[in-house]
């Protein structure tokens, strides 16, 4: 396991942390149209309280460590690498509590081509402990609004986690995914665990409209989030997202595996 120091060098020098890809012009462009209630950013969270710009920027400086100047308004976006850490502390938590107790889980991502190997090894940890690692729904049809259009997408598993694909691309398991932040995939999916002799997942673990979809619909739910992702962040300060954990969520799929070896040590799982 890699030390504090050697992880938060990691973050860093992976660019998970600190000055990030996303840049500060995108992260803002999130902040009006989540004041603005555009769907395309809420993710399926309805907020109860009143978020304007100014408020999401505090609330973004505070979780994040993003600059709270509304005069900064270009060049890279930051993450404290010290919110990153604490928060998959917190992350890892959840991960052994629902571990201890052998709940059940249902894990799924909106990055499969980034973070499908991240949220893999947690399936399998999981697993591993006696925990059902849920696959509700699967080949189900979810009709997406895009950029193009509304788009029709499947709801397939691959190793455990959750994602959606275009018909015709490639067979089902498989390890391409759509890139998607629709909370429409978690709704079926859970839509389907509480129809009949279904099983509700304790646990939601994954990002965008999975965790921020299931929190709605009042299911425990953790993941990892970026600086333009507002909506999980907000989820964690009106209390339906536990865990919200500040990353950089689209670097190369690599870099994320010292982050798992980190949370499994820390939730008592490592194999």
């Known amino acids: 396991m890699l030390s ?116 893999a090894a947690l399936a399998d940890a999981l697993s591993a402990a006696g925990c059902p690692v849920l696959t509700p729904a699967q080949g189900s049809s979810v009709d997406i609004t ?3 259009g509304v788009r029709t997408y499947n ?20 390890e391409t995914g759509a890139h998607t932040h629709s909370p429409l995939p978690v709704r079926v999916a859970l839509g389907a665990s509480a129809g009949g002799s279904g099983q509700v997942p304790d646990l939601v673990i994954g990002d965008h409209g999975w965790v921020c979809g299931a929190g709605q619909l009042g299911i425990e739910a953790v993941g990892l989030a970026d600086t333009d992702d507002p909506a999980l962040f907000v989820g964690e300060a009106e209390g339906r997202v536990a865990v919200a954990v500040p990353l950089d969520d689209a670097v190369r799929s690599d870099y994320y595996r010292p982050l798992t070896r980190y949370v499994l040590n820390r939730a008592c799982l490592s194999q």
């Open 146 to 148: 895009t950029r193009f």
């Open 155 to 174: 709801l397939d598993y691959v190793r455990g986690v959750a994602l959606v694909r275009e018909p015709g691309a490639r067979g089902a398991g498989s």
């Open 4 to 119: 504090i120091g050697a992880l938060r060098a990691h973050l860093l020098a992976a660019r998970l942390a600190g000055p990030v890809a996303t840049s500060r012009e995108e992260s803002l462009r999130s902040y009006r149209l989540f004041a603005a209630r555009d769907p395309r950013v809420t993710l399926g969270l309805d907020p109860e309280w009143g978020w304007g710009e100014r408020d999401l920027l505090r609330l973004m400086a505070d979780k994040c460590g993003v600059s709270d100047d509304p005069g900064h308004v270009s060049g890279p976006d930051v993450i404290d690498p010290e919110r990153t850490l604490a928060g998959l502390d917190a992350f890892a938590v959840r991960i052994g509590e629902v571990a201890a107790r052998r709940g059940a889980v249902l894990l799924g991502t909106g990055h499969p081509h980034r973070l499908l190997g991240f949220y």
